[in-house]
C-alpha cells in the first residue's frame, strides 16, 4: 500500500488494525474504553475500522499506547517505539508500556505526604512532599530532596539540583517506583503496598538508596504515604514542613506504620 495514495477506508484499516494490537495486553475492552475517556460503542467502530478518532482523541490514544500518528500507516509492530531504556524492545514486556498500566483507584493521582528514617542521621526522620502524575499510560513521580540533606553531603541544594524524578509500576502485590537525580546523580528504589485503613488513603513499604555499605548510614528503611487528595492547607503545610524532624513530630498514624521499634528486615 502506497504512503502517497492511501483511501479513507484503507487508513481506517490501518488504524483499526493497529488498535486491536494495542488493546490485546488489556484483559477489558470496556475497562480500555474507560480509561482513555471514549464511549465503548465509538471505541469499537474504531477497532473495526469503521471511524476514525478526532484530533484531540487520537492524541490520547497515542499518549496512552506511548506511540506516535504513524498509527495511521504502518503497522504498529513496525514503529519504533519512543527511545529510551525502559521502552527499548529487550525491556518492553517487562518494564515498558506493556506492563499493567497503574490505576487512578489504586494510586491516585495527585501530592502525598510521606515519612521515613534518616538515612544519615539514625536518630532523625524526614518527611516530605512527592507529586504522583500521569502522561498516558504512565505513572510518573516527582519531588526534592531537603535542602538541608543535600548541604550535609556537600551537595548544591537549588531547585534543580534537589529534584528526583522516576516512574512507578504496578506489581503483583503493590508497587515499585525508580527514582534519581538529575543526570542519575542519585538513585532509590521504593516499594509501597496499600494499608487497610479507615480512609484507605495509606501506603507503606521501604526505600533503598543506591550507595556503598557503610558502618555510620542505612541503605533501607521502612517509609510511609499519605495521600493528600486536594486539600490544599495540608499540601501547603507539609511543604513549608518538610525536611528532618524527631520521631514525636510525625503525625501518630506515621509512627506506628513506621514501627520505630522493630528493625527493618
Same mark, same amino acid.
Given at each position: 500500500?502506497?504512503?502517497?495514495?492511501?483511501?479513507?477506508?484503507?487508513? +481506517?484499516?490501518?488504524?483499526?488494525?493497529?488498535? !486491536? /494490537?494495542?488493546?490485546?495486553?488489556?484483559?477489558?475492552?470496556?475497562?480500555?474504553?474507560?480509561?482513555?475517556?471514549?464511549?465503548? /460503542?465509538?471505541?469499537? !467502530?474504531?477497532?473495526?475500522?469503521?471511524?476514525?478518532?478526532?484530533?484531540?482523541?487520537?492524541?490520547?490514544?497515542?499518549?496512552?499506547?506511548?506511540?506516535?500518528?504513524?498509527?495511521?500507516?504502518?503497522?504498529?509492530? *513496525?514503529?519504533?517505539?519512543?527511545?529510551?531504556?525502559?521502552?527499548?524492545?529487550?525491556?518492553?514486556?517487562?518494564?515498558?508500556?506493556? =506492563?499493567?498500566?497503574?490505576?487512578?483507584?489504586?494510586?491516585?493521582?495527585?501530592?502525598?505526604?510521606?515519612?521515613?528514617?534518616?538515612?544519615?542521621?539514625?536518630?532523625?526522620? $524526614?518527611?516530605?512532599?512527592?507529586?504522583? *502524575?500521569?502522561?498516558?499510560?504512565?505513572?510518573?513521580?516527582?519531588?526534592?530532596?531537603? *535542602? =538541608?540533606?543535600?548541604?550535609?553531603?556537600?551537595?548544591?541544594?537549588?531547585?534543580?539540583?534537589?529534584?528526583?524524578?522516576?516512574?512507578?509500576?504496578? =506489581?503483583?502485590?503493590?508497587?515499585?517506583?525508580?527514582?534519581?537525580?538529575?543526570?542519575?546523580?542519585?538513585?532509590?528504589?521504593?516499594?509501597?503496598?496499600?494499608?487497610?485503613?479507615?480512609?484507605?488513603?495509606?501506603? $507503606?513499604?521501604?526505600?533503598? +538508596? /543506591?550507595?556503598?555499605?557503610?558502618?555510620?548510614?542505612?541503605?533501607?528503611?521502612?517509609?510511609?504515604?499519605?495521600?493528600?487528595?486536594?486539600? /490544599?492547607?495540608?499540601?501547603?503545610?507539609?511543604?513549608?514542613?518538610?525536611?528532618?524532624?524527631?520521631?514525636?513530630?510525625?503525625?501518630?498514624?506515621?509512627?506506628?506504620?513506621?514501627?520505630?521499634?522493630?528493625?527493618? +528486615?
Amino acid at each position: 500500500m502506497s504512503l502517497t495514495a492511501r483511501t479513507p477506508a484503507q487508513l +481506517r484499516s490501518m488504524f483499526g488494525s493497529n488498535l !486491536r /494490537t494495542l488493546a490485546a495486553d488489556y484483559p477489558s475492552i470496556s475497562a480500555l474504553a474507560r480509561d482513555l475517556g471514549i464511549n465503548r /460503542t465509538q471505541f469499537n !467502530r474504531y477497532l473495526s475500522g469503521e471511524s476514525f478518532p478526532r484530533p484531540d482523541v487520537l492524541a490520547r490514544i497515542c499518549a496512552f499506547f506511548s506511540v506516535d500518528a504513524r498509527v495511521l500507516l504502518e503497522p504498529v509492530d *513496525k514503529i519504533n517505539p519512543a527511545a529510551g531504556l525502559i521502552s527499548s524492545e529487550y525491556l518492553r514486556d517487562f518494564m515498558g508500556p506493556s =506492563i499493567q498500566p497503574v490505576s487512578e483507584e489504586s494510586l491516585p493521582s495527585g501530592f502525598y505526604q510521606f515519612a521515613r528514617r534518616s538515612f544519615v542521621q539514625g536518630d532523625q526522620y $524526614v518527611r516530605g512532599l512527592v507529586l504522583i *502524575k500521569r502522561e498516558g499510560s504512565n505513572t510518573f513521580i516527582r519531588g526534592y530532596e531537603p *535542602k =538541608i540533606a543535600m548541604a550535609m553531603q556537600g551537595i548544591p541544594a537549588d531547585a534543580r539540583a534537589r529534584e528526583y524524578r522516576g516512574f512507578v509500576m504496578q =506489581i503483583e502485590d503493590g508497587f515499585a517506583a525508580t527514582v534519581a537525580r538529575r543526570n542519575a546523580m542519585t538513585a532509590s528504589f521504593n516499594y509501597l503496598s496499600r494499608v487497610t485503613s479507615f480512609q484507605n488513603n495509606f501506603w $507503606v513499604g521501604y526505600v533503598a +538508596r /543506591t550507595v556503598r555499605e557503610s558502618s555510620s548510614s542505612m541503605r533501607m528503611t521502612r517509609l510511609v504515604y499519605e495521600y493528600l487528595g486536594e486539600n /490544599t492547607e495540608r499540601i501547603l503545610s507539609c511543604a513549608r514542613n518538610a525536611g528532618f524532624c524527631r520521631l514525636d513530630e510525625l503525625i501518630p498514624f506515621h509512627q506506628r506504620l513506621l514501627q520505630p521499634e522493630d528493625p527493618f +528486615r
